[in-house]
């Protein structure tokens, strides 16, 4: 069974720092690996989303990075700022399933 | 609609009743997904509709879930017997299609959720 993990669990950062979130997952068979953000009382939006065959994905100050074949990705987000405040969740598409595996995701917070 | 619709917002039922829990997906999505998120976790996949197809049921925790499509649009998610156990937030999701590989990396939209809390 797929298992997907995130670390931390909670990173209170400055406004203006550079951050790395990290996942990992146990089974390597992946079709691909997604990031979503959630605020407190809403439903996730979608991130980022990097296909098995491909090793990064960038949108505006967002860099994941997947590494297939050791099980992890980072998320880099740059010059945080506090409307970063969220949580972020990685989840990933095993081949052959049709649905996602979610961590339990870093809540993180960015202050002015 | 612009997005997808999840209600009602806010549920509190007391142990042993019964609710139903309703998602308007994004019109013209075919696939519909049902996920359970408990305060703290990530969401947990309870179960995935083509269209009016139930394809994915793997998730149900126990036959006291039960959920529908019967148009292949609005789908309800209905707990019978609620326990304490059932309090969460049930998110619903919805993509333009996701039959087989080649559309696995159509986004998912999801709704708002509905936190329901059993006393």
């Known amino acids: 069974k797929q298992e997907v993990t995130q670390i931390p669990a909670a990173l209170s950062v400055p406004e203006g720092e550079n951050l790395v979130l990290n996942c990992s997952f146990t089974?390597?068979?992946?079709?691909?690996l997604q990031w979503f953000r959630q605020d407190p009382g809403k439903g996730l939006t979608s991130l980022l989303l990097?296909?098995?065959?491909?090793r990064e994905q960038t949108s505006g100050r967002l860099n994941a990075s997947l590494d297939k074949s050791s099980g992890r990705s980072t998320l880099y987000i740059a010059a945080s700022q506090p409307g970063d405040s969220a949580t972020y969740l990685c989840?990933?598409?095993?081949?052959?399933?049709?649905?996602?595996?979610f961590g339990k995701g870093t809540m993180l917070l960015v202050s002015p | 609609g612009a997005g997808v619709s999840q209600s009602p917002r806010y549920k509190v039922a007391k142990r042993g009743q019964d609710v139903a829990l309703r998602c308007d997906p994004i019109?013209?999505?075919?696939?519909l997904f049902w996920y359970q998120q408990a305060l703290g976790q990530g969401p947990e996949f309870l179960t995935y509709?083509?269209?009016?197809?139930?394809?994915?049921k793997s998730g149900l925790p126990s036959d006291r879930f039960f959920a529908e499509r019967p148009e292949g649009s609005v789908s309800t998610l209905k707990i019978q017997r609620t326990q304490q156990e059932d309090s969460a937030v049930y998110l619903c999701?919805?993509?333009?299609?996701?039959?087989?590989?080649?559309?696995?990396?159509?986004?998912?939209?999801f709704g708002n959720g509905t936190r329901l809390t059993v006393t």
């Open positions: 999701a919805s993509s333009l299609d996701h039959r087989d590989y080649s559309s696995y990396n159509s986004p998912l939209h």
């Open positions: 089974d390597s068979a992946i079709y691909n």
């Open positions: 990097i296909q098995s065959s491909q």
């Open positions: 989840a990933v598409l095993n081949s052959g399933y049709s649905t996602l595996t």
């Open positions: 019109s013209g999505h075919v696939s």
């Open positions: 509709f083509q269209n009016e197809a139930q394809l994915d």
